[in-house]
C-alpha cells in the first residue's frame, strides 16, 4: 500500500511540475513573440514615418522653390492678376482641408500597413497647405501694399485738383477786385462794359466756387478713406517661413520619436544594436578559429610532418652518451609479445626492496615489512609527483616472499614484469609505472635529458626523455594488456600506446598516413617509429589517457597531457 501511494504521488508530483513547466514556457512564448510583433511594429513605423518625412521635405523644398518664383513675378503684377492668383490659392487650400482626415501621426500609431500606405499623402498634404497658406498670405500683404499705392495717388490726385480749382478761384477774386478798383462806378453801371465784365467775373467765380467745393469734398472723402494700414509699405521679397513648414511636419517627428522611444525600450531593440555591432567581429573569430586550426594543422601535416620524417632517426644511445645492453625479449614470437596479466606474482628475495602502489598490492606475506615512502626518487621530486608515484608502500623481507601485483581498482589494466638487467637502459614514461624492485644496497638509477635541438622532440613534445638503468626490475601498467617487440627493420605505433624503448633503438617519427583522420582529431600527426635489430620497445595495447570525448573537462586533460609529454612523463 505505501508503495502504491508513494507511485501516485511521485506520478502526480512529475505531472503537476511538467504543468507549470508548459505554463512557464507558454507565458514566455508569449512575452517574447509580443515583444517581438512590438519591435516589429514600431520598427515598421519608424521606417514609413522617416520615409514619409524624406518625401515630405523633398516635396516641400519643391513646392517652396515654385511658390517663390511665382511670388517674384507677382511682385509688380496689377491689381486683377495679384486678385486672380489669391482666388485659385485660396480654391486650392480649400480643396486640400476637405480632403483632411482625422491624423495618422497620433500615440497609438496605426497598423503599419495602413501607416506606410497613407502617411506619405499625409505629410505632402500637410506641406502642400503650409506652402499656400504662406502663398496667401503674401498675396493679401501685397494686395494691400497696391490698394494702399492707389489711394495714395488717387489723394493726390484730388488734392491737386482742388488746389487747382482754388488757384483758378482766387484768380477769378483778384480779377473782380482789379476790374472794381479799375472802375468802381462804371462797374456798378448796368449797361456798362465794365458792368457787363464784372458779371461775367462773378457768374465764373460761382462756377469755380462749386468746382472748389466739389474737389475739396472729394479729397476730404477719399483722405479718410486713406487709413494708415494702407501707407504699409510694400512686403519683402517673398520667401517660405522654413520654420512654419518644419512645424506643419511636428506631428508626424513628434509619433517618430515616441516611437523611437518605445523601440528604445523594446529589450529586442536594446539588445539588437549591440549584438549587429559585434556580429562581424564575432563572425571573423568564428572564422578564425575554424580556419586557423585547419591552416595550423595543413601545415604541420603537409610540411613541417614531411620534414621531420626525412631527418635522421635518433639514436638515444649515442646522443645521450648512454651505454646500454639490449633488453631480452621473452617469449620471441612476434604473436606472443603480451607480457602482462590481470595479475602478477613477484618473488622479493632477501636484500631486496619493492616500491608499489598501494591500490596494486593486491597480497603479501605477512612476514614483510612494511611501510611508506613519500616519493619514488627524492631527486626528482616534481617528476614523481606528476606520475602519481607519491606515498608508496615499500616492501623488505629477511625470506623469500611472493607478492601478488593487480589492479584492483580498474578492471581494464593489466600489469607486466620488465626486467632491466645490469647495464641495460629504458627511456620510459612514468606515467605507465606502478611500482619497481631493486636490491637494498644499490638505489635506482634514474636519470633526466633533455632534447632542444631534435625537430622529432619538438614536434611530438617530448622535449625530455627519463632513462632507467639496471638492474632494476619495473612494474608497468597498461590498459587491456601490455607488449614487448623488437623494432626489427622498422615498426611504427601510435604515440599515445609508447610506454618505453631500450636505448639502443634508433627512434624517429612518422607521418600518420591520411589526413582526414587527423584533421578530425581521430588520429595523431605522428606516430613513434622504432628501428633497430637489438632494440625492443613498450607499449599498452589501447591507450586511454587523455582521451574522453565529450566530458567537460577534456580540455584540461588534454593540455596535463601534453605538459606532462613535454616533461618526458
Given amino acids: 500500500m505505501r508503495q502504491l501511494l508513494t507511485a501516485i504521488l511521485r506520478f502526480l508530483l512529475r505531472h503537476a511540475l511538467q504543468f507549470a513547466l508548459f505554463i512557464v514556457i507558454l507565458l514566455a512564448g508569449r512575452l517574447l513573440l509580443a515583444?517581438?510583433?512590438a519591435y516589429s511594429a514600431s520598427s515598421d513605423a519608424i521606417a514609413a514615418l522617416r520615409l514619409a518625412s524624406v518625401t515630405a521635405d523633398g516635396h516641400g523644398a519643391g513646392l517652396a522653390s515654385a511658390a517663390t518664383a511665382r511670388m517674384h513675378a507677382l511682385t509688380h503684377a496689377s491689381q486683377a492678376t495679384?486678385?486672380?492668383?489669391l482666388s485659385e490659392v485660396q480654391t486650392q487650400?480649400?480643396?486640400?482641408?476637405a480632403q483632411q482626415q482625422p491624423s495618422l501621426f497620433t500615440i497609438p500609431l496605426p497598423d503599419a500597413g495602413v501607416l506606410a500606405a497613407h502617411a506619405q499623402d499625409e505629410a505632402r498634404r500637410r506641406v502642400e497647405i503650409e506652402v499656400l497658406a504662406q502663398e496667401a498670405r503674401y498675396l493679401l500683404a501685397l494686395q494691400a501694399a497696391i490698394s494702399g499705392e492707389d489711394a495714395r495717388h488717387t489723394l493726390a490726385r484730388l488734392h491737386a485738383a482742388h488746389v487747382s480749382a482754388y488757384a483758378a478761384l482766387q484768380q477769378n477774386i483778384r480779377q473782380r477786385q482789379q476790374l472794381e478798383a479799375q472802375h468802381p462806378l462804371a462797374a456798378r453801371l448796368p449797361g456798362s462794359d465794365a458792368?457787363?465784365?464784372?458779371s461775367r467775373l462773378e457768374a465764373q467765380g460761382q462756377r469755380l466756387r462749386e468746382i472748389n467745393l466739389h474737389a475739396y469734398r472729394a479729397w476730404l472723402a477719399q483722405r479718410a478713406r486713406t487709413s494708415d494700414t494702407t501707407n504699409a509699405a510694400r512686403p519683402a521679397p517673398f520667401a517660405i517661413d522654413q520654420a512654419a513648414l518644419a512645424g506643419a511636419l511636428a506631428p508626424m517627428h513628434a509619433a517618430m520619436a515616441a516611437t523611437e522611444t518605445q523601440l528604445a525600450r523594446n529589450?529586442?531593440?536594446?539588445?539588437?544594436?549591440p549584438v549587429l555591432d559585434v556580429a562581424p567581429t564575432a563572425a571573423l573569430l568564428v572564422l578564425s578559429a575554424?580556419?586557423?586550426p585547419l591552416a595550423i594543422k595543413a601545415f604541420f601535416y603537409f610540411v613541417l610532418a614531411p620534414l621531420a620524417s626525412r631527418l635522421q632517426p635518433l639514436s638515444i644511445a649515442r646522443e645521450l652518451q648512454l651505454a646500454g645492453d639490449a633488453l631480452p625479449l621473452s617469449p620471441s614470437l612476434p604473436g606472443e609479445s603480451r607480457i602482462s596479466a590481470v595479475s602478477q606474482a613477484l618473488r622479493l628475495a632477501p636484500g631486496q626492496v619493492m616500491l608499489i602502489h598501494p591500490e596494486y598490492l593486491q597480497s603479501s606475506p605477512v612476514s614483510t615489512r612494511n611501510r611508506t615512502q613519500w616519493l619514488l626518487d627524492w631527486r626528482f621530486p616534481l617528476t614523481s609527483l606528476a606520475a602519481g608515484m607519491v606515498a608508496l608502500t615499500r616492501l623488505h623481507s629477511d625470506e623469500p616472499a611472493s607478492v601478488t601485483i593487480s589492479a584492483s581498482d580498474d578492471p581494464l589494466l593489466e600489469v607486466a614484469i620488465v626486467h632491466l638487467p645490469a647495464g641495460s637502459a629504458l627511456v620510459f614514461q612514468p606515467r605507465g609505472l606502478v611500482g619497481l624492485l631493486c636490491d637494498a644496497g644499490q638505489p635506482l638509477t634514474m636519470s633526466s635529458h633533455w632534447?632542444?635541438?631534435s625537430l622529432h622532440a619538438w614536434l611530438t613534445l617530448q622535449l625530455r626523455f627519463i632513462v632507467f638503468r639496471g638492474p632494476v626490475t619495473l612494474i608497468v601498467r597498461g590498459c587491456r594488456g601490455v607488449r614487448l617487440e623488437r623494432a626489427g627493420q622498422g615498426r611504427a605505433i601510435s604515440q599515445s600506446a609508447t610506454l618505453g624503448f631500450s636505448t639502443d633503438v634508433l627512434y624517429s617519427t612518422l607521418r600518420s598516413e591520411t589526413f582526414i583522420p587527423y584533421l578530425r582529431g581521430q588520429q595523431a600527426l605522428l606516430n613513434?617509429?622504432?628501428?633497430?635489430d637489438n632494440g625492443v620497445y613498450l607499449y599498452e595495447e589501447t591507450p586511454r589517457h587523455g582521451k574522453q570525448p565529450g566530458k567537460v573537462g577534456s580540455w584540461f586533460e588534454g593540455l596535463t597531457d601534453a605538459l606532462l609529454k613535454v616533461f618526458g612523463i
Fill in 195 to 198: 458792368h457787363a465784365q464784372l
Fill in 82 to 85: 495679384i486678385a486672380a492668383r
Fill in 290 to 292: 575554424i580556419l586557423l
Fill in 451 to 453: 632534447r632542444l635541438g
Fill in 528 to 532: 613513434d617509429r622504432f628501428d633497430g
Fill in 267 to 273: 529589450w529586442i531593440g536594446r539588445w539588437r544594436a
Fill in 93 to 97: 487650400l480649400a480643396a486640400l482641408r
Fill in 35 to 37: 515583444e517581438w510583433r
